[in-house]
């Protein structure tokens, strides 16, 4: 499972797993990117947006950038990815999961951890837009469970030339315990205050619009007061907005490690050991995986971390490493 090819050594004085996970949100600065957001409307009638960037010509490699939990296409991982693959002249396209771009979704439905049915479309839209273009992804975090759940779906048929996971939450369930654990709590509070604004900006929303069905079951969740953990959030709020029983059948269901032994496409899985959001032994064996996946596996790192350099020059393993596997398989 681990790579001996790859090396990442975290920055003087960020090897702690917490400092690496907190860099990019909080201190990390990028320039201005020039992007063209366009509107995907979906089969049931809502909408994705998708911010694209970097060369238009109908056979540049296109990479499909996919966020994480309560993230979007401004969220700084995304952007460095975007700028890191445009300087080796590859395009790009990031998509907002729904009602993540600015502007509440127009279903009731939410974004969640095993939304493959979303990406599936987005894919085949792709697809059409730039026949002649190769077409990769690279997910993050939720996005990067979502893509792994699609490629374990679609097998021999996933349309992409090969994928990137980064910081995977394999076992949905046992990283919902995981975060409520020391230190993790922090994150816990902070996805909770942005899940529930998440779901009561959309109310009122629909309230100022004349959204009345899709008002009436959000309203019918009842109160969420009292909500602290991803548990008491999916068991209320993602389970029932999402077709799924409850949380553990909604955890069951869209957790990618059940899914991976069917992949078909070439695919690096990136993760840190001292990621704070996942138990050791939510990683999946080895026997688990596809034989076209390649774990790479690092001491360090934090989630979505993996900052080098030092604190005067950072600099960013990922946005080094994935477009030079990409690369590699071109």
């Known amino acids: 499972m681990i790579s001996l090819t790859a090396t990442f050594r ?28 366009e509107r995907l409307w979906l089969a049931d009638g809502d909408f994705l947006d998708l911010d694209w960037h970097g060369p238009h010509q ?17 969220s700084p991982y995304v952007k460095g990815l975007q700028l890191a693959l445009q300087t080796r ?60 759940k699609y490629l374990g779906e679609s097998g021999a048929a996933s349309q992409l030339e090969a994928a990137v996971a980064v910081s995977v939450p394999f076992r949905l369930d046992q990283c919902a315990d995981r975060i409520g654990l020391g230190f993790s709590k922090v994150y816990q509070a902070h996805f909770m205050r942005e899940m529930l604004a998440y779901v009561q900006d959309k109310q009122r929303h629909f309230r100022d619009k004349g959204h009345h069905e899709g008002l009436a079951t959000l309203e019918g969740l009842g109160s969420l007061r009292n909500l602290r953990t991803f548990w008491d959030f999916d068991g209320k709020v993602t389970a029932p907005l999402n077709g799924f029983s409850d949380a553990h059948d909604y955890y069951r269901r869209a957790s990618s490690r059940y899914y991976l032994g069917e992949n078909r496409t070439p695919t690096l899985i990136i993760h ?3 990621d704070p959001f996942v138990f050791g032994h939510s990683l999946p ?5 596809a034989a076209q996946t390649q774990f790479e596996l690092h001491s360090r790192g934090g989630h979505v971390g993996f900052v080098e350099g030092s604190l005067r020059n950072p600099g960013y393993y990922l946005e080094r490493r994935i477009p030079q596997w990409l690369m590699e398989g071109r």
């Open 58 to 74: 109908a056979d540049v490699p296109l990479v499909l950038v996919l966020h994480g939990l309560t993230g979007s296409s401004h």
């Open 10 to 37: 975290p920055a003087a004085g960020l090897s702690n797993p917490h400092l690496q996970t907190l860099w990019g949100p909080l201190w990390r600065k990028l320039p201005a990117l020039e992007r063209t957001r």
């Open 89 to 148: 002249g590859w395009a790009s396209v990031a998509l907002n999961w729904r009602g993540c771009s600015g502007e509440p979704n127009l279903l009731a439905r939410s974004y969640h951890s095993g939304a493959s049915e979303d990406l599936a479309e987005t894919i085949r839209h792709l697809r059409a837009q730039r026949p002649l273009a190769p077409l990769y992804a690279v997910g993050y975090s939720l996005g990067g469970n979502v893509l792994l």
């Open 285 to 289: 064996d080895a026997s688990e995986l």
């Open 272 to 274: 840190a050991n001292d």
